[in-house]
């Protein structure tokens, strides 16, 4: 099937080689090349239709070509694409304010233009409390610039690049006892995802977070929150944190808050939002006007059209959906942040076949599949998938089964 449109002339294995011949090779093989997106689905080169499941990630909120998303970046590209910093302009301003509205706390926000110079900027900042060592869990994911991964705990992704800066000190995620034990008067800060979305979307235990929030306030140390994946209504609230009743002192953002327009976002609340003084920071792109109007859409729209409630609805009909499958063992996350462990490491084989059936998910680890689809998936649209996925979970079964 092809779709009005695609261009014809060249197959996506054409494409894949010219791929191949003039892009770095950082992450391996591009599984297709993609043409179009509408909503939850995308397009390949070829014609055909997927439904995304990880809406790049975590990225693409509204789905794919919202017309909130388009007509905000059209609008305000043909009326004022860039400023430099010497400047402001009102959508920065009001994003900056509405983030600080929806986190709940006076604070201030530096924007950037992903999630790993987030991490850079809020990891500059925790200097500037006269402290160094940072405490971060095991499996924590915050980036690939030479601070992030400095606070990334993957030896693979870290090996290649040592010696990087240092002061780090690493602790097992949702153990408060090691929290306790690691955390004393000489940390300038506790980082933390409030779920750990690369390692396979793993839960804390709820006393987690208020108990880094002690520890951390008994110890004159930050409490510093990673939202990169989870923030901007994913987990079915504006931030992953807020259920915990903890008001961090540092936030990071990136992903969603864009639906696809690069962003990121450094909220200092509190008197962290004075670290950073005139000098200390900067870069050219974050709070580019197309990107904070984008932004301002996000919002608007998830506000407007209840995609909160929407998320938590469609997430648990996944997870309740496919709780059930004797290859599963449980499924995790909230809300659109979804985790499905395996009984058996075949999440690369199901991942394969679900791209052939026309499903995006994704394989973190070997056993545990992440779906982060977008907050603007429907019951019936997941109702669907949920059917499509427990074929797919049945083959993988009788295949391991044989
Ligand atoms: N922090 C978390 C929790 C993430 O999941 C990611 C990306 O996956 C990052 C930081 C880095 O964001 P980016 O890829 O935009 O640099």
Known sequence: MTFEGAPQERTGQEWIERYQGALMNTFGTPQRVLVRGEGPYVWDVDGNRYLDLLGGIAV????????????????QLSTLGHVSNFFTSTPQIELAEKLLELIGADGRVFFTSSGTEATEAAFKATRRSGRTTIVVAEGSFHGRTMGALALTSKEA???????????VRWVPYGDTAALEAAVDDTVAAVLLEPIQGEAGVIVPPDDYLPAARRITTEHGALLWIDEVQTGIGRTGDWFAHQPSGVTPDLVTVAKGLGGGIPIGAFIALGDAGTLLQPGNHGTTFGGNPVATAASRAVLNTIEKDGLLANASVVGDLIRSGLDDHPLVVETTGRGLLIGVVLT??????????????????????PDRLRLAPPLIL?????????????????????????
Do not use: M, W
């Open 157 to 167: 992704y870290r090996a290649p690049f040592e010696p990087l800066p240092g002061d």
């Open 60 to 75: 693409n909120a509204l789905g794919h070509a919202h017309p909130a998303v388009l007509d905000a970046v059209t609008t």
């Open 344 to 365: 058996h490491p075949v999440s690369a084989d199901i991942q394969q076949a679900a791209l052939d059936a026309g499903l995006i998910i994704n394989n973190p680890t």
């Open 378 to 402: 429907t019951t019936d649209q997941a109702d669907g998938a949920v059917k499509t996925l427990r074929t797919l979970l049945d083959e993988a079964e009788a295949s391991t089964a044989s």
